[in-house]
């Protein structure tokens, strides 16, 4: 699972109101080199939950020196775009699990591919 | 029902131009989400045949010699889409074609390797224009040529039988959808991943999802137990890193996708989708056991999956456009496949909903009673409390709600054909 998919996800448990941003729990972590491509990191990054990005990366010991906040003009900066670039796509939680900030329930992630199906209970 | 819907779209058939009915192979296929989708390695594309032979000449010639080497046998063929082409101006297009460094033999039987010409002539079958909008040639790999994930029941045999149309379809759907580079696309009915294959070779990068772990995670080929686990995803991401996109890979998850796990936002520029057509237990969902109606449809254990219920088809597409007016972004597009049933159609069946508007709906016939329909949304306005709420009291009201009996009229139709209980052909063509 990398980052980018992480931002995006939230607990859909029955009755839960504050789902996002899911809290990871990962085992195994792989770093994996991908292309970068600066168009594409600058149109997702409005679609971004900032907060929810940076707590991630920390919470896998990937921060770095990515800021608490958006620089602004970040089209136009490189290197900025390039740390972003390897947060959102090149880190890759592959064991673990994902969490529920609320109910605590458990989403679990095999070979890099989390569960988010829910039992009956719960849907 | 609210009136100011917009209903205006095109309605129009689908022309095949097939030169060879040899062509019909049968293809050992259960369920949507094992169904084996083909795939077409796209090589060159254009709006003239002009700009195809540029774009071709582009092409890596080291890609290409593998598939053309003198003790090889291949074929070429030509697809059109809403239009017919005479045989002789197929002929005409195959020959034009000869500035590609084809060495082997040609076989119509038995070729190696299978090429495809696909013309697209837009969406409108009174107004066809002469030259194409849209030509693509590319190299159709046939699931068949991998491993096939076998089911426990009897062999069955699909109806279109022309499984590299539907890979070109893959590519009509990305172009419909104007999946462009760098845009973020979803499929929620992902399976083994063609459409996000196709829509990676336009430069989208690429997510999905499937409530069938087994299909998600590539498992049920024998020829992974013996093999050590190299890493995520050997089935999806594995066919990116086929045709070379695999940087396009975002992920995919096992899912629900009656139950969006994605946080209210536009995030999308494009969702395409083929969503299952509701026989037997190819539709599911995660669902108490007082929701179900027919107990015995489609439960069963799994470690992996709850237990499930029947999924209602005009379920499915209520929540599949409720689910694309939230995360769409504005001016993005919904592109998706309807099953009808034919005797019964009519243009109201379609499911609206008024955050997005229809585009376009084709039909692609399947049988003599069954069809399925291409249709084209696009976001127009976000989705506000008001609207939500309306919005279902109309989809509940929809005459789609009809097609929760397609599973039993396709039925009634093919007992007739076969006069087998067990016989279960497979309606998304595959």
Redesign the interface.
């Known amino acids: 699972?990398?980052l980018?998919?992480h931002n995006?996800?939230?607990s859909?448990v029955k009755g839960v109101t504050k789902g996002?941003p899911l809290l990871i729990k990962a085992t195994e972590v792989k770093m994996n080199e991908?292309?970068f491509?600066p168009?594409?990191v600058s149109?997702?990054i409005p679609?971004l939950?900032w907060s929810a990005l940076i707590q991630a990366a920390e919470e896998l010991g990937h921060r770095q020196d990515l800021p608490g906040e958006l620089v602004p003009d970040y089209e136009k900066d490189e290197e900025f775009l390039k740390m972003v670039h390897r947060v959102l796509?090149e880190v890759?939680v592959?064991e673990g699990f994902l969490q529920c900030p609320e109910s605590g329930r458990e989403f679990p992630i095999?070979?890099?591919?989390?569960?988010?199906?829910?039992?009956?209970?719960e849907? | 029902m609210a009136t100011t819907l917009n209903r205006s779209c095109n309605q129009y058939l689908i022309h095949l131009a097939q030169d060879n009915l040899d062509f019909r192979l049968p293809v050992t296929s259960f369920m949507q989400h094992y169904s084996c989708r083909s795939a077409f390695e796209l090589w060159g594309h254009g709006q003239t045949h002009s700009e195809l032979k540029t774009s071709l000449l582009n092409y890596p010639l080291e890609n290409m010699l593998p598939f053309m080497h003198k003790d090889s046998t291949y074929k070429i063929n030509v697809y059109t889409f809403n239009k017919t082409l005479e045989f002789a101006d197929r002929i005409k297009r195959i020959d034009a074609l000869d500035y590609l460094p084809f060495e082997g033999a040609v076989s119509l039987k038995s070729p190696e390797h299978i090429f495809c010409l696909l013309e697209d002539y837009g969406t409108d079958p009174n107004n066809i224009p002469e030259h194409p909008n849209y030509i693509y040639f590319g190299r159709w790999i046939a699931d068949g040529q991998r491993e096939l994930i076998r089911s426990h029941s009897v062999k069955n045999r699909h109806f279109i039988g022309n499984t590299s149309m539907d890979a070109g379809l893959s590519f009509i759907m990305a172009n419909h959808a104007k999946v462009k580079?760098?845009d973020?696309v979803f499929d929620p009915f992902v399976g083994t991943g063609s459409l996000l294959v196709a829509c990676s070779q336009f430069g989208a990068?690429v997510?999905g999802?499937d409530?069938d772990?087994n299909t998600?995670?590539g498992k049920g080929r024998s020829s992974r137990k013996s093999q050590k686990?190299r890493?995520?995803?050997e089935n999806i991401r594995a066919n990116l890193r086929q045709y070379g996109t695999e940087?396009m890979y975002?992920?995919?998850?096992?899912?629900?996708a009656s139950?969006?796990?994605?946080?209210e936002?536009?995030?999308f520029d494009a969702i395409i989708t083929d969503p299952p057509y509701g026989i037997r237990e190819s539709t599911r969902r995660?669902?108490?056991?007082k929701d179900i109606s027919k107990p015995h449809d489609g439960i069963y254990v799994d470690s992996?999956?709850?237990?499930s219920q029947a999924y209602h088809l005009s379920d499915i597409f209520t929540d599949l456009l409720h689910s694309s007016a939230l995360h769409l972004v504005m001016g993005g597009r919904l592109v998706y496949w309807l099953p009808v049933y034919r005797p019964e159609y009519c243009e109201e069946m379609v499911p609206l909903h008024p955050c997005l508007r229809v585009i376009s709906n084709c039909e692609q016939t399947l049988s003599s009673h069954t069809a399925r329909r291409l249709i084209t949304m696009e976001k127009i306005k976000e989705p506000e409390e008001l609207d939500s709420l309306a919005h279902m009291e109309d989809l509940h009201l929809s005459p789609y709600q009809g097609h929760n009996a397609f599973r039993e009229k396709y039925f009634s139709g093919l007992n007739k054909r076969c006069g087998k209980e067990e016989d279960r052909p497979h309606v998304n063509g595959q």
Not at chain 1, 110 to 121: A, Q
Not at chain 2, 250 to 256: E, I, K, N, R, Y
Not at chain 2, 286 to 289: E, L, N, R, V
């Open positions: 699972m990398k980018l998919t995006m996800l939230t859909h996002y991908v292309e491509n168009q594409f149109r997702m679609k939950e796509l890759e592959i095999t070979r890099g591919i989390p569960n988010m199906l829910l039992n009956e209970e849907a | 580079e760098n973020l990068y997510c999802t409530i772990f998600i995670h686990w890493g995520p995803d940087k975002v992920d995919v998850m096992v899912s629900d139950k969006p796990v994605w946080r936002a536009a995030l995660t669902g108490s056991h992996h999956v709850p237990v």
